[in-house]
């Protein structure tokens, strides 16, 4: 069964840290293109991040870059994203996605259930 699992989010302080894990079952993992999503309340969802099959080219917003990383460890099926110094904005529900295209395509075929994060003091 085809199946994309976020996990790790959760109400962290402005100016700390989580890691999102996304487990992927059902689909071999370095045949696609993984991205991680968030859509806060009131707003569209936004692609944040991509990261290629291999992992050798990454891409991302620029609301987050320097302070996001993406990475896969295609032997564990397990697409992360690193988050540091979070800001309020950065409240949002959070989704994995999987491209069998690649990144630059901007066309998802599967897509996680989402996992909350909340920075707030």
């Known amino acids: 069964q085809l199946q994309l699992v976020e996990s790790g989010g959760g109400l962290v302080q402005p100016g700390g840290s989580l890691r999102l894990s996304c487990a992927v079952s059902?689909?071999?993992?370095?045949?696609?293109?993984m991205a991680w999503f968030r859509q806060a309340p009131g707003k569209e969802r936004e692609e944040i991040s991509c990261?290629?099959?291999?992992?050798?080219?990454?891409n991302f917003r620029d609301s987050v870059k320097g302070r996001f990383t993406i990475s896969r460890d295609n032997a564990k099926n397990t697409v992360y994203l690193q988050m540091n110094s979070l800001k309020p904005e950065d409240t949002a529900v959070y989704y994995c996605?999987?491209?069998?295209?690649?990144?630059?395509?901007?066309?998802?075929?599967?897509w996680g259930q989402g996992t909350q994060v909340t920075v707030s003091s």
């Open positions: 996605a999987a491209s069998r295209r690649g990144c630059i395509w901007k066309v998802y075929d599967y």
């Open positions: 990261i290629s099959r291999s992992g050798g080219s990454t």
């Open positions: 059902g689909l071999t993992l370095d045949n696609y293109a």
